[in-house]
């Protein structure tokens, strides 16, 4: 069984551009979530989608935005680009369907912002 | 609001040692607990979790952790640390029976020296 496929692996963006990112579950996934990863901050949580609804949301601002398709493959965008954005944005999904569900991680996506 | 407090950013044993790696919550709601890990250029990995079954939890690699409510703690342990798990913990809680939208501690590096 493939795993959390995340794409592109790595991103070079300069200031005020836009991005998105791409990940794809695991085949019957059907809850998809989003993070970012820094030095500073660490692991913060920025979105869940299940069922293409949002259905949890972290304290981000509007330029960070995401979206599920139908096959559950989830997309982020991140407009007007900050040099603070510059992080490892990883996605994890799972299969939702008991108590404390496993979630299984993407290796990230590494977005530079220069 | 749900946190998570990881004391010490950096642990250092030796091979053999026991591992103590400390995670104290906050929550307003019986919370669900988790620790992950990520080994270097990998994906984070769930070690075990707590979803009020058993307050002594057993994970993989032979990782346990104890909830205990007084202490408002949820510890990890292994009795004999091998060098394989040099890795970075992360402590996690999340108030939602999925186990999604996780709320991460800044993470614990894990030294092993021979």
């Known amino acids: 069984k493939a795993g959390v496929t995340q794409t592109p692996r790595y991103l070079i963006k300069t200031r005020g551009q836009q991005v998105t990112l791409s990940c794809s579950p695991i085949?019957?996934?059907?809850?998809v979530s989003w993070y970012q990863q820094t030095p500073g901050q660490g692991l913060q949580f920025l979105f869940e989608?299940?069922?293409?609804?949002?259905?949890n949301k972290g304290n981000f601002p509007g330029r960070f935005s995401g979206r599920q398709f139908s096959n559950s493959r989830s997309e982020m965008n991140v407009s007007t680009l900050e040099l603070g954005d510059s992080a490892l944005y990883l996605c994890?999904?799972?299969?939702?369907?008991?108590?404390?569900?496993?979630?299984?991680f993407g290796s990230g996506t590494q977005l530079s912002v220069l | 609001a749900q946190s998570v407090t990881q004391l010490g950013s950096h642990v250092s044993v030796s091979e053999g040692a026991l591992v103590l790696l400390r995670c104290n919550y906050s929550?307003?709601?019986?919370?669900?607990l988790f620790w992950y890990v990520q080994y270097p250029n990998q994906g984070l990995q769930l070690l075990l979790k707590?979803?009020?079954?058993?307050?002594l939890v057993k994970g993989i690699n032979g990782f346990e952790a104890e909830f205990k409510k007084s202490e408002t703690s949820f510890h990890l342990t292994k009795p004999s640390a091998h060098m394989s798990d040099a890795a970075e913990y992360f402590c996690?809680?999340?108030?939602?029976?999925?186990?999604?939208?996780?709320?991460f501690g800044k993470g614990t590096t894990l030294s092993v020296s021979s």
């Open positions: 085949s019957g996934h059907r809850s």
């Open positions: 996690a809680v999340s108030d939602n029976q999925a186990g999604t939208a996780l709320i």
């Open positions: 989608y299940f069922s293409e609804t949002q259905r």
């Open positions: 994890a999904s799972s299969a939702d369907r008991g108590l404390g569900e496993k979630l299984f």
């Open positions: 707590y979803t009020s079954a058993a307050t």
């Open positions: 929550s307003s709601v019986p919370p669900y």
